[in-house]
């Protein structure tokens, strides 16, 4: 559905996005995820037909970016929540939502159906002729979220949907972006933040001007150890520090009855773990597994490429 080869935008002397080659299946929520600057705004306005690339390819469906005749084609198949929200504060919910229908040609009835579903989805029907002016961030977001999808766009792009709102109004826009998998639309999400890549996307695509990773949250966290198993013991015993130790570990630490030893699969690793030390006479009072492996795995990623 969003196909990309080796797609660059340089900005002077400044390669801004380098040489991505990804794709976005259809109906998948996708996270573009990385640091300020990373070149996220950069590559969505390229896929969007709003600024040109400098070299390399992408489709939007058959449609390559780049060429005149397919930009029409391809803003009809897209819609984009950009990273200002851009309503119209003097208009109500319903005026907002239905001005924006006229301005992709859709028919009186369209509009009228479309307007109302949006509204009743974003539990806004009863504030439809309340002026935009008066909503919350949050609302003010969904509503951005909506209007982007009026004229029933395959593909939803949003440029850091949540990042200027705050934690309580951030939940809501993500519970409302988690909702439109009804839709069967394929959501492209921008942020920086990687606990919300990690609840909301299928897939990630970890962006430091080049894609430094791709995959599943589950494949990227596998991808790159860097998780560490802690195990509280009633007492600690050279027996225990031997048997451990023959495991071929890395990195055991031991701090008075506590041992640290860095894994890359709690899963696998741990039972081995625990039953040396249980066999060596040890008792165990607690273990646990240190650090989120996917903010490791995105550190070491996006750290690489300094
Ligand atoms: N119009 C522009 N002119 C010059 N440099 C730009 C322009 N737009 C973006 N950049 C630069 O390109 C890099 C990527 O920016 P951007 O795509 O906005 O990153 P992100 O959205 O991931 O924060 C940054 O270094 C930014 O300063
Ligand atoms: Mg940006």
Request: net charge neutral; glycine share 8%; proline share 3%.
């Amino acid at each position: 559905m969003i196909e990309t080869e080796n797609l660059t935008r340089k900005f002077g002397n400044l390669t801004a996005v380098d040489n991505l080659t990804f794709k976005v299946n259809d109906g998948e929520i996708f996270g573009f995820l990385g640091p300020n600057g990373a070149g996220k705004t950069t590559t969505v306005r390229m896929l969007c037909c709003l600024i040109s690339k400098t070299s390399g390819n992408a489709r939007i469906g058959d449609y390559e970016i780049g060429k005149p005749e397919n930009a029409l084609k391809i803003r009809s198949m897209i819609g984009l929540v950009s990273d200002n929200v851009g309503l119209y504060e003097s208009m109500t919910a319903y005026e907002n939502l239905d001005y924006y229908g006229i301005l992709y040609r859709r028919t009186d009835s369209q509009r009228k159906e479309s307007t109302e579903y949006f509204l009743k989805l974003l539990g806004l029907w009863e504030k439809k002729d309340t002026l935009v002016g008066s909503f919350s961030k949050g609302m003010k977001q969904k509503l951005a979220i909506a209007r982007a999808l009026i004229h029933d766009p395959e593909i939803l792009f949003m440029d850091e949907p949540t990042a200027n709102l705050d934690p309580e109004s951030a939940k809501t826009v993500r519970e409302f972006i988690l909702s439109l998998r009804k839709e069967k639309k394929t959501i492209f999400l921008n942020t920086h933040n990687l606990d919300e890549a990690q609840r909301v996307c299928d897939r990630i695509g970890i962006l430091n001007s080049k894609l430094m990773a791709i995959g599943s949250p589950e494949e990227l966290e596998h991808s790159v150890s860097g998780r560490k198993t802690v195990i509280q013991l009633k007492q600690v015993t050279e027996a225990i520090l031997e048997s451990i130790t023959k495991l071929g570990v890395k990195n055991l630490v031991r701090d008075s009855n506590k041992i640290t030893v860095d894994i890359s699969s709690p899963e696998e690793e741990n039972p081995d773990i625990v039953s040396a030390i249980v066999s060596a006479g040890g008792r165990i009072e607690t273990v646990s597994v240190v650090g989120s492996a996917l903010e490791d795995a995105y550190l070491k990623l996006v750290k690489n490429l300094q």
